[in-house]
T-cell receptor
């Protein structure tokens, strides 16, 4: 168990809908990352938050947004969903340190857009 | 250009034998970190091993070792004494500007699917 909690594990929705994925980082970790994993694109970095503030942005669509709350949990909001948004969405957390800054991943949310 | 290249989409290995999973990377940074993650069929991503660009010794973690060849920009994962539970996808990843206060996110390769035969 990595200590990173993601909910829900599975989500089935329709095109055009909006969903929210939730992530609780490991105790003490200040950074949260969101990744999207699909068969064709592989693992793509979406966005990173550090202690409540956006730190880095990757290949995140404008229809997607995220935030990190004061208690450090994070939410990824996906709106106007399309079939191509079907993927496994991972949250990961870490605490910056000199050297070995591992990312610890949650078990992911499998999103199916029908 | 791809930052991380894993040229073996799938590999087979006999139980109890050693196997090497290839990874090459592309960066102009002097400071970077290299990571390997395992993703079993259940889906979670499990950290295995890391190597910093300035580390002089190859990293080892139990049955996992990282064959780091800086000049060739390769960071191959070696799994010794393969077990059936090693069957999974394996991802190589890199963080650039590793020691310089990086943004922290990892860039992943496409992965290698390892199947261990009994």
């Amino acid at each position: 168990d990595s200590g990173v909690t993601q909910t829900p594990k599975h989500l089935i929705t329709a095109t055009g809908q909006r969903v929210t994925l939730r992530c609780s980082p490991r105790s003490g970790d200040l950074s949260v990352y969101w990744y999207q994993q699909s068969l064709d694109q592989g693992l793509q970095f979406l966005i990173q938050y550090y202690n409540g503030e956006e730190r880095a942005k990757g290949n995140i669509l404008e229809r997607f947004s995220a935030q990190q709350f004061p208690d450090l949990h994070s939410e990824l909001n996906l709106s106007s969903l399309e079939l191509g948004d079907s993927a496994l969405y991972f949250c990961a957390s870490s605490t910056p340190s000199q050297g070995n800054e591992k990312l610890f991943f949650g078990s992911g949310t499998q999103l199916s857009v029908l | 250009a791809q930052k991380i290249t894993q040229t073996q989409p799938g590999m087979f290995v006999q139980e109890k034998e050693a196997v090497t999973l290839d990874c090459t990377y592309d960066t102009s940074d002097q400071s970077y970190g290299l990571f390997w993650y395992k993703q079993p069929s259940s889906g979670e991503m499990i950290f295995l091993i890391y190597q910093g660009s300035y580390d002089e010794q190859n990293a080892t973690e139990g049955r996992y070792s990282l064959n780091f060849q800086k000049a060739r920009k390769s960071a191959n994962l070696v799994i010794s004494a393969s077990q059936l539970g090693d069957s999974a996808m394996y991802f190589c990843a890199m963080r650039e500007n590793y020691y310089g206060g990086s943004q922290g996110n990892l860039i992943f390769g496409k992965g290698t699917k390892l199947s261990v035969k009994p």
